[in-house]
Structure formats: C-alpha cells, structure tokens
C-alpha cells in the first residue's frame, strides 16, 4: 500500500499515556476533522508576507491578497465541477455556516414550501431548514441506509410542494453514500433543486457539479477545509449564481454593498454580496492549497487507499467478541463507501472505550452521537419510550446513560498498522486488560482515570509567544 505520511503534519507526534510512557499518536478521528497537508501549511507561510487587506485596497499587497483569494475561489470552483457562470463559490466557515446560509437565502415560502432531507443527517443538515421550511425526514432501512422507495414516495406525495432536497452525500456515522446524482434527476423532474451536503464525502471523493441543464446535475454543494487537510477556518458554499443574485443577503455590513444612501443600498454582486465583513482570505488560500493537492494525489488512489483500510478494519473488528458493527459490515463492500466504522461493545459504556483508547493507546477515535442523534437512535433500535426517558435523564443533567456508538473514520495518511494497533488495544479492553481507575462524570458521560495530569502547557501554551 502506498504510504502518504509525509505529506502530513505533526503524525509522528508523541502523547503521554497514564502509566507514565509515551507513544506515536493515532488519530481515527477524521471524520471530525484532519491534520493539516503540509502543501496548505506551505501556501499559507508563503502567502502571510504579502497578507494584506483584500478587495478594497490599491497597494500591491492588498491587490496581491485579491489576487490569491479570487484565485483560491477558481480552485475551489474547479474542485467540485462548478460552471463559473452559473454558480458561485462563497466562502464561509465551514458546512454548518454554508448550511444555514442557504437555508436564510434560499427563497423558501415558509408557509408552503417542503425541505426533503432524511433521518440520516447531520444536524448541520437539518435544523438550519426547520428554521425556514417545512421539513420532511425520509426513512432510513435497518442499517441505515436511505429508504429510497420511501424518498420516492415523499417526492410524489409532497410533488409541487418539493422547494429542496438537501442529503448528505456521505454519512459521518456510517460511511454509506447517497445516491446522489439519482436524487438530483428524482428532484429536478419535480421542479426542485437539491443541495448536497459534502462535507463527508469531499475528503474521500471527487465531486462534478455537472452542467445545469444536465438533469442530474447538483444545485449546491458544502464542504468544510478542516475535513480536507486545510485546518484554518475556511470552507465553502458553492451554489446557484441565480439563488444568490434574489433577495437580500443574510448578513450584512461591509463588502456587499455597490451603494450606501441613508435610504437605500444597492447590493454588490455574488459572491461578494454573500461575504459580509473582511474574509478569512489565508484560510480560503491554505484550503484551495490543500484541495490542488488532493486532486494531484488522485481520487481513485485515495478512495482504494481507504478502501483498503476500511476492508481491514472490518476484517479484525469482526473478530472481537461482544462487537457490534453497524451500518454495513461486509470487508468485501469497502470501495463504495466512506472509511468511518461504527460499533459498539456489548456490556462496555461507549465513554469508556473512548477513554481507554486514549489515556492507555494514545488512539483518539470520536464516541458518542456524532451529531446525528435521530441517526444513533434509529441505529439502536431504541423504543420511544426508551429514548423519552434517557431524554428526561439527560434534559436533568444526568449524561451517565447518553446513548452513543464509538467510531473510527479513516483519512488518507493512516496504516494498516495503525488499525493493528487498534485492534490489539481493542481486545484487551474487551478482555478486561487496563489497569486505569476510571470515573464517570455524570454531568457530561466522559470517563476519566483516577490521577492523571494531562500537563498541556509542556506540550503547548500560549504563554510561551508572550
Ligand atoms: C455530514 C456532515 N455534515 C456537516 C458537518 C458539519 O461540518 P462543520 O462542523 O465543518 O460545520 C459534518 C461534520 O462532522 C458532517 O460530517
């Protein structure tokens, strides 16, 4: 397998473990978010002695800053197959600010208009719409994979009513991808447009706006740079120019405007319209830096990279005793999937692994939620009832039963031999193999041993740039 490792920061780095000892940190974690490509790090060192002030400066550094953030807007438009004149690239923060920027500019009809997502999301991709539209959930099968008869029925039953279908394209839970091309041709032969939230699925495939008049083509599309190696607070909406032209911007301030009377404004065209305020031009150059180099590495190398991992992964896992795996457990099934895994131990609270793995292995992995609590609960089958009642525990203050899964999502730099590692750390807690004196708190869940010092400030203080 190739080996991409020095193309990334700080993966050698050594964390201290509760027995007093060190080890190379492995992070399985990356579907929350990456380390960063070293040719992003690069791009920013590079660009910060020409920082300078962007769009509204005539000094050489200011048109230089422009320059370099209208250059990273065409990266980003190249990276997901956006036809320039018909969509804009705007940058925000990340998915969960790209999301609810369409939800406030998208022209919904909140008395009439319907929002198709499913039960499968991200709750970036969904509370954002039950703010401006009438959400409809489609049904997820067992494994929770999206019930496509069910989306066809909803499309049929709520037809002219259909405003947006936004789906995620890959789950941060369960590594499933939607069929999202499908959906799109499904909702533009309604009269609806589709917006597909790619945050998960950027780092792992490559992604083709396609052309508007091709019926499968994608409305709009969100991604985040901190899950594609560039961790400096960028990410993108990348949308329909003709959405963005209506109505007024969301927020409003400096940059989006062409004039100011004290009675009226005449807006400035998108993208600028939909960038309040001065942007974070180094975060949006570190991103399309990283993108350029993804794309240099190649989809198709990365996607059977990962597949590989994944394919391991469910090999070993499938051999603990008391695991359960969701989603879908088939080694043999990994190329049409994300590398995120999750399972569960039976008799062992998901808090607790997550703890294990990190105070006694140096692994961090995600537990928990994954901020898809309509998701995990479908997952684990839990009755209303149940749920009700773990909601009013926890609505008390009391997280010590919070439901949760543990999860391992891979990126592009991690091993086999990582995974080994894992499994070995995996099946001595299984065994009952740690020494740690762990307690729970009740107020959040989390597990911690009894006497551990995590000493930050030797690694890392801001006291230190004073
Ligand atoms: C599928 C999906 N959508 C949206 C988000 C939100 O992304 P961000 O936290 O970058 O806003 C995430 C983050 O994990 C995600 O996995």
Redesign the pocket.
Known sequence: MENYRNLFEGLDLEVPLLDGSKTRYINFDN??STPAIKTSLDALNDFLMFYSSVHRGTGYKSQLSTYAYEEARHVICDFVGANPQDHNVVFVK????ALNKLARRFPFTKERDVLITSVME?H??DLPWRQTANVVHVKLKKDGSLDLADLEKKLAEYADRVALVSI?GG??VTGFINPFYDIAEQAHAIGAQICV?C??LAPHRAIDMLELDDPRHLDYVSI?A??LYAPFGS?ALIGRRDTFLQGEPDMVGGGVVEIVTLDDVYWAEPPDKEEAGSPNHVGAIAFAAAVKKLVSIGYDKIAAHEAKLTAHALRKLSEIPRIVIYGDDNPKKTTDRLGVVPFSLEGINHFKVAAILSYEFGIGVRNGCF?AHPLILHLLQYSEEKAKELQAEMMAGNNVNKPGLIRMSFGIYNTIQEIDIFITAIKKITAGEYFGDYVQDVPTGEFHPKGWEPKFEKYFSIENYG
């Open positions: 579907a929350a990340n998915t969960t600010e991200h970036s991709n995620t789950s941060n939230d945050a998960q985040s901190h899950k990410g901020c």
